[in-house]
């Protein structure tokens, strides 16, 4: 388990990203914060703790401006948003709110839905304005430090719906950003449960395969001693998990949880038990990549060690997440670039038109000696080959046909091309049908023609 410790702020838009400002903008000065966790383990708490300790610091860091202008150094210290149609009251004053566009009853009253389908709705109709709220935040990345985004206490209708996933890509490729899990520490003491959570966790960052950092709140109630060493020692989890039953809340005390011991019975080797077991020997190489915290957000406990995971988080971003954005981008305009190209050499195919823009009647090279400039290097098209073939006559030295591409044309110049063996190929006009004449009609007279000159000859 990484463990957080301060790190430096990487100057606001590395070389290597600003190098790609085509593709991607300059990295900002803000972090996007995305606070998710299970229900009631203290998300809304922690982004208001987070806030007023942000504030606080930023008044210590310019006290003169915050006692002339006291909203100043607030404002600039964090930027908060809520995404949670449901809740009543916040502990902070969100500076954009999902309430403030989608109102959740009147969206279960509409779509005779139930309150989680009411919030998934509503938070799904908030998404399609997410551009606007993109827009906003980013106008306010180079001002404050920390955009925190709170999210809805299902956790699931954020983490696993279509609107979560836009959200948070698109915060990621615009910000750097992590995922605060937060964890309520005082309902994790039972293996089970805490290793269900860890799942869950594990879940999320493969998912998002953002930089995550595991907040075990309310450590004023629980201490989370028990939870990381339960992280970085497997045998000290086996140990707890075979004092008894796995569901059961293990006594961790304050302490050492190997030293106290299960508050269950005795060794259960029940299907739950070997469950988590083998669950936890999963989890072992996602223990070793993540970084954990605790805090309490009621008292404001653990801020300091918070904010420096978000600085190894943002570190964790510029190296690694970025630049995989990056080369996805690269790679997806490439291949837009290479299907333009074909399918524009496609067309000039079609059209037989080099770049130029100069017309190449290539579909009468069939009778050599097209009159035209044709791109002798395009590949031939096989339609235009058949096409060229039937109109091509035996013996037939003379110059190309000028046609179009209409099947009527085609057989009149062949039949025009056919009955002009010394040469004299009718251009077109010659061959063309009279106003309302139908094709039998010139078949017709072209046959008398014929006749009248043979006679004549
Ligand atoms: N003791 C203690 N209680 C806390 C702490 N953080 C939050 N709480 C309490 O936990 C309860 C839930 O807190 P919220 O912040 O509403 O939790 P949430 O995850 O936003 O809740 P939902 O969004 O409704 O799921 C509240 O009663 C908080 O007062 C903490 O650090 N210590």
């Known amino acids: 388990m990484a463990s957080a410790s301060s790190s430096t702020t990487p100057a606001a838009g590395s070389s290597r990203s600003n190098q790609d400002a085509e593709l991607l903008p300059p990295i900002p000065k803000s972090n996007a914060i995305l606070v998710i966790g299970m229900a009631g383990s203290g998300k809304s708490t922690l982004a208001g703790a987070l806030s007023r300790h942000l504030e606080a610091e930023a008044a210590k860091r310019n006290p003169s401006a915050a006692s002339s202008d006291p909203s100043a150094s607030s404002s600039d210290a964090s930027y908060l948003v809520n995404l949670d149609p449901a809740v009543s009251t916040l ?20 779509y005779n839905l139930g309150p989680n389908g009411g919030i998934l709705t509503a938070l799904n109709l908030f998404t399609t304005k997410f551009d606007q709220v993109m827009g906003i935040l980013e106008g306010r990345s180079n001002e404050v430090d920390n ?8 956790i ?45 966790a594990c879940s999320i960052m493969y998912k998002t395969k953002l930089p995550f950092i595991i907040v075990f709140n309310k450590e ?60 936890a020997l999963l989890l072992e190489e996602f223990y070793n990549s993540i970084r954990a915290v605790s805090v309490s957000s009621l008292t404001g406990s653990g801020m300091p060690s918070f904010l420096s995971a978000v600085q190894e988080a943002r570190q964790e971003y510029v190296d690694e997440y970025r630049p995989e954005l990056e080369a996805l981008r690269a790679s997806r305009k490439q291949k837009q670039e290479e299907r333009k190209k074909r ?26 000696g097209g009159g035209g400039e044709v791109d002798d290097d395009d590949e031939e098209d096989p339609r235009i080959t058949r096409m060229a073939d039937r109109m091509r ?5 003379g110059d190309g046909l000028i046609m179009e591409p209409d099947d009527d044309d085609v057989l009149l110049q062949t039949h025009g091309a056919a009955q002009t063996q010394a040469g004299q190929v009718p251009r077109r006009g010659g061959a063309q049908r009279g106003e309302g004449e139908d094709l039998a009609s010139v078949g017709q007279r072209r046959r008398e023609e014929q006749l009248a000159r043979a006679r004549l000859g």
């Open 393 to 397: 006559v035996p013996g037939y030295e």
């Open 343 to 368: 399918e524009v050499e496609k067309m000039m195919r079609d059209l037989r038109v080099k770049p130029s823009g100069k017309a190449a009647p290539k579909a009468a090279t069939g009778a050599r």
């Open 156 to 200: 699931e209708i954020f983490t696993w719906s279509a609107s979560g996933t836009i959200i948070t890509d698109s915060l990621a490729s615009a910000l750097p950003t992590c995922i605060a899990y937060v964890v309520d520490t005082p309902r994790t003491t039972a293996p089970a449960t805490f290793m269900s959570n860890m799942l869950y």
């Open 220 to 279: 004023d109630e629980q201490d989370a001693g028990f939870a990381r060493e339960w992280m970085e020692d497997f045998e000290a989890f086996q140990e707890a998990l075979n004092k008894g039953n796995a569901t059961d809340q293990v006594d961790v005390g304050r302490g050492n949880p190997r030293a106290r011991g299960a508050a269950g019975q005795e060794g259960e080797a029940s299907y739950m038990n070997s469950l988590v077991n083998s669950m």
């Open 91 to 110: 502990n902070y004053e969100p500076n954009v709110d999902i309430r403030d566009t989608v109102d959740y009853k009147r969206v279960m009253d509409e």
């Open 147 to 154: 955009i925190i985004l709170d999210t809805p206490g299902q």
